[in-house]
């Protein structure tokens, strides 16, 4: 149970990264910090619940997707999350794409990076393995 909170805790703090330097680097891409957290929450929820639907639909239907299952999940993320939100406006169809790489790549980044950094007393406290002397 703790670890699905932890590993909860980091996807969502990951989303909010992504979607936070998409806003930066992207003219076209706008980020309400009025309703920040509901955007979150919502890009966040649909590619938990699209990934697996979107991966099930490749294997079936388009096989050339399934190795970038992530990038469409996380490009259905942002159309569901602008539909639903008024916290994130996306105008244009470059920036669309970009906007789906930047989220993807900085959310990976700091899916990678953040548990490093959040749970760094949790890792230091593990004891660490020792190697067996040969004799």
Do not use: C, D, H
Not at 39 to 51: E, G, M, N, P
């Amino acid at each position: 149970m703790v670890r699905l909170i932890a590993q909860t805790v980091v996807e969502l703090i990951a989303n909010a990264i992504g979607l936070i330097v998409a806003a930066l680097l992207l003219p076209g891409f706008t980020l309400s910090v009025a309703s920040f957290f509901i955007a979150v929450a919502i890009f966040s929820a649909a590619r938990v619940i699209l990934a697996p639907l979107v991966f099930k639909l490749s294997l079936k239907y388009a096989r050339a997707l399934t190795g970038g299952i992530a990038l469409v999940s996380t490009f259905v993320g942002l159309l569901v999350t602008t539909w639903l939100s008024t916290g994130i406006a996306i105008t244009g169809a470059s920036t669309w794409v970009i906007a789906t790489l930047v989220v993807w790549v900085f959310g990976v980044v700091a899916m990678l990076l953040l548990p490093l950094v959040v749970f760094k007393k949790t890792l230091a406290a593990r004891p660490t393995p020792t190697m067996p002397t040969i004799r």
